[in-house]
């Protein structure tokens, strides 16, 4: 990933810059990241930044401004991961070391499996996908990809040393 940019925690407070983020990405974009036709990011961004349980990252760029976000959005044992790079930032590592960071997320937060939602032909994220060290299995429902894998193999893919300081971590990141 560019050294212009630095990935952190989100929350509620930063829902001005992540609108602003959202209003400067394609609709063809936005699209593949909610599989509809989204209205103004306002109405439901302030819901996914202060869901329960949920952890929010973004990449900045030196302006401090925000380039792209990462979630995981936990359901009992399970967590849903999500990817938003916005276009100009798209095919520069962004999205990789996003789902990076999201992947120690899902370690220190103890779930169980951690699953996305692609569009077939979803290109990029497929490339993503095929280059991260995890077992994956996916399920096609015909409309969408249900990508999915255990967090012990999400952890497997994480170097040894990295692994045991975020098991000491848990639940306390973000
Ligand atoms: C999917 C997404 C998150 C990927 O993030 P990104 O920063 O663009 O991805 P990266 O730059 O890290 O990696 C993209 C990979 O796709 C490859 N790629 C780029 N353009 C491509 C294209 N047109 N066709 C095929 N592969 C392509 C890149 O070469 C790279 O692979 P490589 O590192 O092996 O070369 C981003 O494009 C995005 O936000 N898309 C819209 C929302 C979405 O689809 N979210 C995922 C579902 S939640």
Not at 33 to 56: D, E, F, I, K
Not at 60 to 85: Q, Y
Not at 91 to 115: D, F, K, N
Request: aromatic share 4%; charged share 20%; glycine share 10%.
């Amino acid at each position: 990933m560019s050294r212009e940019l630095r990935i952190s925690p989100i929350g509620p407070g930063d829902l001005a810059p992540t609108v602003a983020m959202h209003n400067r990405c394609s609709a063809q974009t936005l699209w593949s990241r909610y599989h509809r036709a989204m209205g103004a990011p306002q109405t439901y961004l302030p819901t996914l930044l202060a869901s329960a349980g949920s952890v929010h990252l973004a990449a900045r760029d030196t302006d401090g401004r925000i380039v792209a976000v990462g979630h995981l959005m936990p359901d009992r044992s399970a967590v849903e991961a999500a990817l938003l790079v916005e276009d100009r930032w798209q095919g520069r590592g962004v999205g990789t070391c996003l789902l990076r960071r999201l992947g120690h997320h899902v370690l220190a937060g103890g779930w169980e499996t951690v699953h996305g939602l692609l569009i077939p032909g979803e290109t990029r994220m497929t490339a993503i996908l095929r280059r991260m060290p995890v077992t994956l299995q996916c399920v096609d429902d015909g409309g969408a990809i249900t990508t999915w894998a255990h967090a012990s193999d999400v952890a497997a893919g994480i170097p040894a040393r990295e692994r045991l300081r975020l098991r000491r971590r848990r639940g306390t990141l973000c």
